[in-house]
């Protein structure tokens, strides 16, 4: 069902990676360089958010609730509720912890630490 603005729920993962993410005080945080699906619940577990480092070296990881992420069309990218030092101090981790544990690991502490409530109960 399209949003006002046109807009279906349903969007392509490609069309998703690559897009910038910015705070609500306009600053760029970072890109969304992959999104984490949990197969068995077809949920999506979170968004993960490159932010730091030059040409992918010293680049670190967040583990976004993807509820929290709200697309702004001026823009052009997706608008989180978080300060830098927030985001500074969020749990942050390489791509491959990303994945360990099947995800949980970094999924819990990611809903745990932005308080958002978890979409698997």
């Not at 077809?42 to 583990?63: S, T």
Request: hydrophobic content about 35%; charged content about 15%.
């Amino acid at each position: 069902m399209p949003t006002l603005s046109g807009h279906t729920d349903a969007i392509r993962a490609s069309r998703v990676i690559g897009t910038s993410v910015y705070n609500t005080a306009g600053d760029h945080i970072g890109t969304i360089e992959d999104v984490m699906l949990e197969k068995a619940s077809n949920g999506i577990m979170f968004a993960v958010i490159g932010f730091g480092g030059f040409l992918g070296i010293g680049e670190k990881y967040h583990a976004i609730p993807w509820s929290v992420l709200d697309y702004e069309p001026t823009r052009g990218g997706y608008v989180v509720p978080f300060t830098k030092e927030q985001l500074q101090a969020a749990p942050s981790y390489t791509i491959d912890e990303l994945t360990q544990g099947d995800g949980q690991v970094a999924r819990n502490a990611s809903y745990e630490y932005w308080h958002v409530d978890p979409y698997w109960h």
